[in-house]
T-cell receptor, first 112, second 113 residues
Framework: SQQGEEDPQALSIQEGENATMNCSYKTSINNLQWYRQNSGRGLVHLILIRSNEREKHSGRLRVTLDTSKKSSSLLITASRAADTASYFCATQGNSGNTPLVFGKGTRLSVIA | SAVISQKPSRDICQRGTSLTIQCQVDSQVTMMFWYRQQPGQSLTLIATANQGSEATYESGFVIDKFPISRPNLTFSTLTVSNMSPEDSSIYLC??????????FGPGTRLTVL
């Protein structure tokens, strides 16, 4: 299994601060994706970064990928209370209709 | 994108009984994936369901315990059989209607007493 590790397991910050979450994985990948989950509900797809990409932006999100270190980071800038959720990285080993392997997740609390 | 619904959204069941979870997608997809999320944990793949063939199960999951049906390209069911409290989890289905982006249903929260 290439299940990844994420750190920190829990992160608590003040509104307006930046939040950084890290993810490591074990085997080669086609892409890495980040998801958000609010209160044990369904997952929301945030951003995908392919193995030949090093950095990607989407709104207040910035994702980096270092395939040599088998690691990725998710940065949320100017956090809001509504960003409070669990964040998971997930890797896909092959392109196209293959299952995801999830990291353990980071629980983010943004305090207003 | 894809809109996915699951039924039921939650249930409380007695041990020894079975529950069938439905997953409906608003578009035709080749593969559907079933995941389990135990309390406070991450997601673990149970099986991959391909229309017209037997589901492929991950290590630790067997068909007798988690039978899956895939009668057409927009629908699948997962049954949790002979339940015990250890089966209390959120069960989620997902699909990949476009390359490399998987969408998840809202999940079914199962509590087994």
């Amino acid at each position: 299994s290439q299940q990844g590790e994420e750190d920190p397991q829990a992160l608590s910050i003040q509104e307006g601060e930046n939040a950084t979450m890290n993810c490591s994985y074990k085997t080669s990948i086609n892409n890495l994706q980040w998801y958000r989950q609010n209160s044990g509900r369904g997952l929301v797809h945030l951003i995908l970064i392919r193995s030949n990409e090093r950095e990607k932006h989407s709104g207040r999100l910035r994702v980096t990928l270092d395939t040599s270190k088998k690691s990725s980071s998710l940065l949320i800038t100017a956090s809001r209370a509504a960003d409070t959720a669990s964040y998971f990285c997930a890797t896909q080993g092959n392109s196209g209709n293959t299952p995801l392997v999830f990291g353990k997740g980071t629980r983010l609390s943004v305090i207003a | 994108s894809a809109v996915i619904s699951q039924k039921p959204s939650r249930d409380i069941c007695q041990r020894g009984t079975s529950l069938t979870i439905q997953c409906q997608v608003d578009s035709q997809v080749t593969m559907m994936f079933w995941y389990r999320q135990q309390p406070g944990q991450s997601l673990t793949l149970i099986a991959t369901a391909n229309q017209g063939s037997e589901a492929t199960y991950e290590s630790g999951f067997v068909i007798d315990k988690f039978p899956i049906s895939r009668p057409n390209l927009t629908f699948s069911t997962l049954t949790v059989s002979n339940m015990s409290p250890e089966d209390s989890s959120i069960y989620l289905c997902s699909v990949e209607p476009q390359a490399d982006t998987q969408y998840f249903g809202p999940g079914t929260r199962l509590t087994v007493l």
